[in-house]
């Protein structure tokens, strides 16, 4: 019987032990091309391994999360990722723009003699709220038609694809994005993240408008905000 520790014996032990107990193995999951591959635990559902198509994928907001196989192709990756980042660009926009409108559109109405274009209860104008009718026809048009300049451009710029990354449409007047590679990617991770945020935050806008009929300010969460 062991009566006293040694410190030198007892770490040569465990290190000992260390070597000889097998490392756990790495999942082994199946592309979408039926080949099975090892790949790292995903991060956004850690009790799933990462899709084998993003394994291996450095790219801004790769979190391994792909259940369904979207993005299971190159070309496909590339659509998906670019389209993300238009959604979450434009949900950026609208999660601001919708409470503005909601504080100011009467205000603004007013003084240009204009309609007020809220709802009955003061909310935005939206497919679950009602209300678009209401909206300029010449007003849509105009976002037609801009979307419809804002794309050309990117068409344009896709024709190289040594340069063109999704979501970039040579718009950076104020020059935020780093020049360092680490620095850039980090910056296009923040705005994918905050992309998705907003997404989900927009949906929330709506449905809650069209559930209780309060505008998104005046809506109190649990009786307290």
């Known amino acids: 019987m062991k009566l006293f520790a040694d410190p030198e014996t007892d770490t040569e032990l465990e290190e000992t032990k260390v070597k000889l107990e097998p490392s756990a193995p790495t999942p082994s999951v199946k592309g979408i091309d039926g080949k099975s591959s090892t790949a790292p635990m995903s991060l956004a559902l850690p009790f799933t391994p990462t899709p084998s198509h993003l394994s291996k994928k450095k790219v801004p907001g790769n979190f391994g999360f792909d259940p369904l196989n979207f993005s ?32 100011f559109d009467a205000k603004i109405a007013g003084f240009l003699g204009l309609p007020v274009l809220l709802n009955k209860y003061g909310e935005s104008p939206s497919i679950l709220n009602g209300g678009l009718d209401r909206i300029n026809p010449f007003y849509w048009l105009l976002v037609i038609s801009l979307a419809g300049l804002v794309e050309y451009d990117i068409t344009e710029l896709k024709k190289d694809p040594k340069t063109y990354t999704p979501g970039n449409v ?47 300010l005046e809506e109190k969460i649990f009786g307290i905000f």
């Open 72 to 103: 299971a192709s190159e070309g496909t990756l590339d659509y998906m990722r670019d389209a993300e980042i238009k959604h979450g660009r434009l949900a950026m926009l609208a999660c601001v723009g919708w409470p503005f409108a909601e504080i």
């Open 170 to 216: 040579g718009y950076d007047i104020l020059s935020l994005l780093p020049k360092d590679k680490e620095g850039e990617f980090k910056r296009r991770e923040q705005e994918v993240k905050h992309g998705r945020l907003a997404m989900g935050a927009i949906v929330g806008y709506a449905v809650q408008e069209a559930v209780y009929h309060v505008p998104v």
